[in-house]
């Protein structure tokens, strides 16, 4: 263990957080207290908390809380049990087929939010000629009928979350790949030596050396469930009637179409404060080891 | 026309010195738009000799938070265009400085009455565009016919309410969806506040009694057409262009398509009347000069030079819309006295028009009223969410203390 | 049975990415790229956006990996403080700094530069994290004989550590550029003329005016993604198994 500090290296990188995130952060808490409305002649005044009280009367904002709770409970499991399959199918060398695999499902990572949002508008499209309706109609063999994904109040969240997952799978199985390539080879050597299964080594070699990439990659899922914004503003802007807002749209909302700055930033604060929470519940449960 | 997304936050519309001359800034629109108005500047220079002029366009869709960001900077241009309504926060927070002193009287009797109505804010006049826009209903005639309906022929002439519902169940008989109106549903944003505001004009009411019992009717037969499955989705914005439904609910700009796939089938009607007569849109892209601008009148001269009529009617040809002066009007192909658009200058002309609302919340308002149309026309109950709508709009005013 | 399955969601996979493509050329066919083209100035928003990215990534990725470096190997007083306000920096949305830092920004008269879309981005919550949690992985045996051989922290950090990182600064580099590419909200605050512009605004251009032009969204979507699909695949080899894990016998 190195005992003198290479502690120096810390340095660029905390200036650089200091001066555009904790800074700014710290501003957002104190405007938090005000009524600070953009650009508005009147002097800003200390409100206290009026702001959050106004949160938590406020049902929008319920709803979005239970949107975001939503989104990380479904999307954490199901895109890491994706993301884990994929790559341990795809963590074969010399698998020629595997290079395709992999640069397919890692295609839509590479799509910015706002055209994947695009495309998956033109698919959602409601009535049957839609892409969507026609392929659940082949599948269920006719009995299908149409739907509009994105103002159904029961559809248009799950369809929000469907398209988040085809977008983030790749970028959790491309880190999972590098995870699993961290292996040495000769432990699952000495495994299949002692005569066990596969799906033995997997639980007993594959995941606990894992573990630490698991855990990485899903509170990383969690965090983004919790910081859906762009689907949201382009595809439905938080419709139909609240189904699909969320924390981060209601904040984008308040701050600049409404241009509620103070309550934009109590926002934040609530915001922050429920992923330091999770993520902190999450970690304790799930305590990283190092080596 | 896109999102108010953000809107104003000017804190201190002071002018940072930039190259010598008048700075203007313009939003970046279709091609043709945008050639015309910078030669429109070259020929100003031309003929005007004095300190140069230098345009910049800046992309329309985020063109409110370009001037949001350069007033917090202090670095407002001289002269500057902007989306109608937002005038009237503009001017609440001191960036804007009155216009009626400064131009010629007959300059100002020649604008059409809506333009005045929509640039004038507090007693004194802001702004005023080059162009106005129109808003009414495209329809087929020979379906129209076949269903049994008259064909208005002036805004007095508009069906009522209850003849366009029926209008709607007898087109539906003939059409293989049963969905036979366009209200552009795949537009985004402000569209929502632009085309049905003034349905609620026409009831009596508007943004600011969303809880009356007039704005619920309005509502409730709004949402009664789009739950008998009348309305098109338009994914494609091509329904009223491949012939799928025989009524497009929508503006001036979408004559060139709809003229030259109908052609003579195409008919312009007026917007049905809810109870208080028809009434339609109005408000387009307008100019202003900042309170930075001192002295102003070159500034000045160039906005009188926008408003003579060679440049008014090569900027509407350019865009389609609707010229701003009577005199261009008078001599429009579109919008003149035999022109097939005559409908929509009809209407600026006549106070067939509803402004949107003239309130420096108007940011707010529209976002909540994009909310609530959003919602009503899928489905969400009328009467709870206007009075969710109503309750934001007070709340916002009582945050600002009146907006005085 | 598990080939049949990553087949069938290769298939679901495919559909979007297929409509992105064929949708490209529906209308016009090939004349949509034209007319995006001509819309738009292609070359020099393109250029704005690798700048911006590549300094981004490539400043970010160092600074960042030390970070987590010293995070990993360093005991010091503080470094569960400091592991703290890294997670705290990681769970702050960008949102939720955007207003501040555009009034100080937007004061300080710095709008419309380059520098400006690089500099916030470069110091990452998550990547420091990322590095952290590799390099807590990271087998000490090369390091420790480094550091019998007199090398100092910083030697064994370069010549040991880094190079032999290969996975997790290609992940981050992929994972940086790509946020970075596809910025929307801070470059629309920050930017004004096409100069200091990046290609992620221009789609507000197609999606501004109606009526929607598929084709030719389509088209600037392939545009748009093309330059960085390329990119991934030719950072694929990192991703092969590496000759650390034989390097430890």
């Known amino acids: 263990m190195m005992q003198r500090p290479a502690w120096w290296m810390l340095i660029p990188a905390a200036l650089g957080l200091l001066v555009f995130v904790v800074v700014p952060f710290v501003c957002s808490f104190g405007m938090s207290f005000t009524d600070l409305a953009l650009g508005s002649p009147h ?122 997952i085809w977008q983030g799978v790749g970028l959790q199985m491309v880190l999972l790949l590098a995870g699993l390539q961290q292996i040495p080879a000769d432990l699952y050597e000495a495994a299949a030596l002692d005569g066990s299964s596969p799906l033995l080594r997997f639980r007993f070699v594959t995941l606990p050396m894992l573990r630490n990439t698991l855990i990485f990659t899903a509170l990383m899922t969690t965090i983004l469930a919790f910081r859906v914004f762009d689907q949201v503003q382009i595809l439905t802007h938080g419709g139909p009637a609240g189904a699909t807002t969320t ?36 970690r304790f449960l799930l305590r990283q080891k190092s080596l | ?32 738009e945008r050639q015309v108005l910078t030669a429109q500047v070259e020929r100003f220079q031309h003929e005007h000799s004095g300190p140069p002029l230098h345009l910049t366009f800046l992309p329309e869709g985020n063109y409110n938070s370009q001037v949001q960001a350069a007033a ?81 022929k002036s805004p007095d002439e508009a069906w009522t309410a209850a003849e366009f519902t029926q209008l709607l169940e007898n087109l539906a008989r003939e059409d293989t969806d049963g969905q036979v109106l366009d209200l552009k549903l795949n537009y985004q944003g402000e569209w929502f506040t632009y085309a049905f505001s003034p349905a609620l ?114 900027m509407s040809d350019a865009n389609g819309a609707v010229p701003a002066t009577r005199s261009a009007i008078a001599r429009s192909k579109l919008y003149g006295a035999n022109g097939p658009l005559r409908l929509f ?24 009223f994009q909310q609530t149309m959003q919602d009503v026309l899928h489905g969400a109950p009328v009467d709870q969410v206007l009075g969710q709508a109503a309750a934001e709009i007070r709340q916002d005013d009582l945050d600002n203390q009146g907006y005085r | 049975m598990r080939d049949g399955l990553v087949a069938a969601l290769a298939c679901v996979y495919l559909l979007p990415i297929a409509t992105l493509f064929g949708g490209s050329l529906a209308q016009d066919g090939l004349g949509n790229y034209g007319s995006v083209l001509q819309r738009i100035d292609f070359l020099t928003l393109l250029c704005n956006s690798l700048v911006i990215s590549g300094f981004t990534v490539g400043i970010g990725t160092l600074i960042n990996s030390m970070a987590g470096y010293a995070l990993a190997r360093t005991t010091f007083p503080g470094r569960q403080a400091a592991l703290a306000v890294v997670l705290l920096c990681m769970v702050i949305p960008f949102e939720a700094v955007a207003v501040p830092l555009f009034y100080a920004v937007s004061r300080e008269g710095l709008r419309d530069t380059l520098s400006m879309q690089i500099l916030p981005f470069v110091a990452n919550g998550f990547s420091i994290y990322m590095f952290y949690t590799f390099y807590l992985d990271f087998p000490r045996e090369l390091e420790e ?25 290609a992940t981050n580099a992929v994972i940086t550029l790509l946020s970075s590419w596809s910025a929307y909200l801070w470059p629309l605050l920050v930017t004004a003329g096409p100069q200091a512009r990046p290609l992620s605004l221009a789609i507000a251009t197609f999606l501004a005016t109606p009526p929607l032009h598929w084709g030719q969204i389509f088209a600037f979507g392939v545009l748009m993604v093309t330059p960085v699909l390329l990119l991934f695949l030719r950072l694929q080899r990192h991703f092969q198994p590496n000759a650390l894990t034989s390097g430890i016998k």
């Open chain 1, 43 to 164: 002097p800003v005044r200390w409100v206290g908390f009026q702001q959050y009280q106004r949160l938590a009367a406020d049902p929008s904002v319920a709803r979005a809380l239970t949107n975001n709770l939503i989104f990380a409970v479904v999307i954490t499991p199901l895109q890491t049990a994706l993301a884990l399959f994929l790559a341990c199918v795809l963590n074969r060398p010399g698998w020629r087929l595997g290079g395709f695999y992999r640069s397919l499902f890692f295609a839509p990572v590479v799509f910015p939010m706002s055209l994947v949002a695009v495309i998956w508008r033109y698919l959602y499209a409601p009535g049957a000629s839609g892409a969507f309706n026609q392929v659940l109609n082949a599948l269920s063999l006719g009995h299908w009928q149409p739907r509009d994904f994105l103002h159904d109040p029961q559809l248009a969240l799950p369809s929000l979350m469907l398209l988040s």
């Open chain 2, 72 to 152: 917090l900077a202090q670095k407002l241009p001289d002269v500057l265009e902007f989306d109608g309504p937002l005038l009237y926060r503009y001017v609440w927070q001191g960036c804007l400085q009155p216009l009626e002193t400064q131009l010629k009287q007959s300059t100002l009797d020649n604008l059409l009455p809506s333009i005045q109505k929509q640039g004038s804010f507090r007693g004194h006049l802001y702004s005023l565009g080059a162009f106005d826009s129109g808003l009414g209903l495209y329809g087929r005639k020979s379906l129209i016919r076949q269903a049994g309906a008259r064909l208005p």
């Open chain 2, 201 to 314: 004009a026409s009831a009596g009411t508007d943004l600011s009694h969303l809880e009356s019992p007039a704005a619920s009717q309005v509502l409730n037969t709004i949402q009664g057409w789009n739950e008998q499955g009348r309305v098109d989705a338009n994914v494609d914005d091509a329904a009223f262009l491949t012939g799928r439904v025989a009524l497009s609910w929508v503006g001036h700009w979408e004559y060139p398509r709809y003229a030259s796939r109908w052609g003579d089938d195409l008919c312009l009607l007026p917007l049905p009347n809810f109870g208080h007569g028809t009434r339609s849109g109005q408000g387009s892209w307008n100019w202003a000069v900042t309170t930075a601008c001192q002295p102003s009148g070159r500034a000045v001269e160039f906005l009188e030079f926008l408003l003579q009529d060679e440049q008014v009617l090569e």
């Open chain 2, 1 to 32: 026309m896109r999102t108010l997304l953000l809107a104003t936050f000017l804190t201190g519309c002071a002018h940072q010195a930039g190259p010598p001359g008048l700075q203007i800034w313009a939003h970046e629109g279709r091609e043709s």
């Open chain 3, 145 to 169: 004989a480094a550091r019998l051989d007199g090398a100092g922290p910083w030697q064994i950090y370069s010549r040991v550590a880094l190079p032999n990182s290969k996975p997790a600064l």
């Open chain 2, 345 to 368: 200058s009809n209407q600026l002309l006549q106070g067939w028009t509803a402004p949107r609302p003239r309130t420096p919340a108007y940011p707010l308002m529209t976002s909540v």
């Open chain 1, 247 to 282: 924390l981060m749209f209601e904040l984008v909302r308040s701050a600049f179409e409404r241009l509620q700055m103070g309550r934009a930033c109590a926002l934040t604060v609530v915001f922050v404060i429920i992923v330091v929470v999770l993520t902190g519940v999450q």
